[in-house]
């Protein structure tokens, strides 16, 4: 479905900003007696123009203005498109069409289910057991990986920028368990067209993720390399495993950055990584031996991530979310019971 999308060019970006829209299945649309006809607002937001898609093909729709001041969808699809080229990567979205209607580019791609934020939020005790954890960390980092080898970095990495498959039916289960890499509308290319490194930026991009999760370069207003996309994956692992940093109160991002600092030794490192495998600390290490322009060892955290895996005694299967994901989907929630719930949250 084409659409058009209104809104001002100066406001705050927030989490809720870069979600990819969600278009409603057409087996939702019947258990809810939903139909959507062009001139239709939907979400406050998007207006249907005509219908360009089948209703039983499942994706997301994302649209732009042509003359968008910021142009992130082309630059989302061009990412997208060479990562297929690679066919090695499960953990991005694949691209199912793309054009322009009016002033409008649009793109659809393949459709996901709830961020990882949501899903550690929805457990009993609002962390992911230790195993599921770290499964789900490697995959994470794989997707960060094959962004890196085809010359970009995220620069936006956190729970919010990755979310599990779609689930619709026992022939999408696998879905359950693959993590998809959202929201590279901010990625940046940090190699040259000869795949020379590019030097830093006298004016680097401004970081515009949540203060909890940024790296410490973020925070000084350095030129953000794959270093970073690294240490906002571990803060955000540890955030997923231990549900929460001991930062996150904070709300000023020098002090976060000051703790960010205490946390490399003594009581503060054992304040944030207590409870957590030895292999914690090796990572740590790992992340900080690394300058701008030097390459992740990602062989090793690898290593690093299964021995705790190994360790833990558990089984990373099945994740935490499964069962609950399936009962939904067997059993939607009422619509009132739904919107009472996002009220709460």
């Not at 001002?8 to 990819?20: F, G, S």
């Not at 994302?62 to 989302?76: A, G, H, S, T």
Request: net charge positive; proline share 5%.
């Amino acid at each position: 479905m084409a659409g058009s999308k209104d809104g001002t060019e100066d406001r705050n970006i927030t989490d809720a900003d870069r979600q990819c829209p969600q278009m409603t299945t057409y087996r939702e649309r019947v258990q809810n007696k939903l139909s959507l006809h062009p001139g239709e607002v939907v979400g406050k937001q998007w207006k249907v123009l005509r219908f360009i898609e089948s209703k039983k093909n499942l994706a997301a729709l994302k649209i732009e203005k042509k003359n968008d001041p910021v142009p992130m969808l082309q630059f989302e699809l061009f990412i997208l498109l060479k990562v297929e080229q690679s066919k090695k990567c499960k953990q991005f979205c694949k691209v199912l069409g793309k054009g322009n209607e009016g002033d409008y580019n649009w793109i659809t791609i393949s459709l996901c289910g709830k961020n990882l934020r949501a899903l550690r939020k929805a457990q009993p005790n609002g962390k992911l057991s230790l195993a599921c954890g770290l499964s789900v960390a490697q995959q994470c980092l794989k997707g960060i990986e094959e962004l890196h080898k085809i010359g970009f970095i995220h620069r936006n990495v956190a729970p919010s920028t990755f979310a599990i498959g779609k689930y619709e039916g026992e022939h999408s289960a696998a879905e359950l368990r693959n993590i998809y890499v959202l929201d590279i509308g901010f990625a940046h290319q940090y190699v040259k067209p000869d795949g020379t490194l590019k030097q830093p930026s006298p004016k680097p991009w401004k970081y515009v993720g949540p203060i909890r999760h940024m790296s410490r370069n973020a925070y000084m207003g350095n030129e953000l390399a794959r270093s970073d996309d690294i240490e906002m994956w571990y803060y955000m692992t540890v955030e997923l495993i231990k549900g929460g940093l001991p930062w996150a109160h904070l709300r000023d991002a020098k002090l976060v950055f000051e703790y960010q600092k205490a946390c490399r030794n003594g009581l503060a490192l054992r304040e944030l990584l207590g409870g957590l495998p030895a292999e914690f600390v090796d990572i740590m290490k790992e992340i900080d031996k690394l300058s701008y322009k030097d390459a992740p060892n990602y062989t090793e955290i690898y290593g690093l991530l299964t021995n705790a895996i190994l360790f833990s005694g558990k089984s990373e299967f099945p994740y935490d979310w499964e069962a609950q994901e399936v009962e939904e989907f067997k059993n939607p929630p009422a619509a009132e019971e739904k919107k009472e719930g996002d009220e709460k949250k």
